[in-house]
Structure formats: structure tokens, C-alpha cells
């Protein structure tokens, strides 16, 4: 899969919108499901969206459906997600990984911050 570069975090207020990005420098990127994961402060890792390979058929976790949106260009090699109607809850390190991915995956990257005050 190779290295992924999480980008497009920051700070926001409850309410507002972000869109993140993960660049990804794989040539096989296309040929596999990839997700979103945040982890909190004091919180394991959890998976909050997925996508499969052709971005026909998507997941989320119940605490963001219907607020985030997750989509893939398999030509620019890039995942996105796009986050809407923010909460102080959605606070914490967003990271992108193929689905599944576990602690012992050898390709997280640093991950973007995200922080939404109230």
C-alpha cells in the first residue's frame, strides 16, 4: 500500500464542516477498500467509515451516518472524507488505512487533527 499523508484537519466550531484527505503513493491503492479511523484522547482507534475498492458500497459507523460522507479517486490515488454537522465528540486524530487495518498495520501515518469546540 505504501506511505498515506492525512491532511485538511484543524479547528472548527460545533456545527461546521471539514474535508479530509489521504494521498496515497501505492500503485495497488485502487485494488483495495480503504477507511477512516479517529482516535480520541484516551480512546483506542476506531473505525468511522470505509469504502470498497470501486466506491460502490460504503460504511459508517453509527455515530457519524448521515453526517459524513467518505469517497475515493483511484486515479489520483486519494480518499476523502467530508465531514458535516460537527460535534465535540468527532474530536481526535483522523488516520487512513485499508479496512481493517489494526495497531500492528506497519502504514499509519501521522494522521490529521481535528478539534471542534463548542
Known amino acids: 500500500q505504501g506511505p498515506l499523508v492525512e491532511s485538511g484537519g484543524g479547528l472548527v466550531q460545533v456545527g461546521g464542516s471539514l474535508r479530509l484527505s489521504c494521498a496515497s503513493s501505492g500503485r495497488t491503492f485502487s485494488a483495495w477498500p480503504m477507511g477512516w479511523f479517529r482516535q480520541a484522547p484516551g480512546k483506542e482507534r476506531e473505525s468511522v467509515a470505509a469504502i470498497d475498492w470501486s466506491g460502490g458500497s460504503t460504511y459508517y459507523a453509527d455515530s457519524v451516518k448521515g453526517r459524513f460522507t467518505i469517497s475515493r479517486d483511484n486515479v489520483k490515488r486519494m480518499l476523502y472524507l467530508q465531514m458535516n454537522s460537527l460535534k465535540p465528540e468527532d474530536t481526535g486524530v483522523y488516520y487512513c488505512?485499508?479496512?481493517?487495518?489494526?495497531?500492528?498495520?506497519?502504514?499509519w501515518g501521522q494522521g490529521t487533527q481535528v478539534t471542534v469546540s463548542s
Open positions: 488505512a485499508p479496512q481493517g487495518a489494526t495497531d500492528e498495520y506497519p502504514d
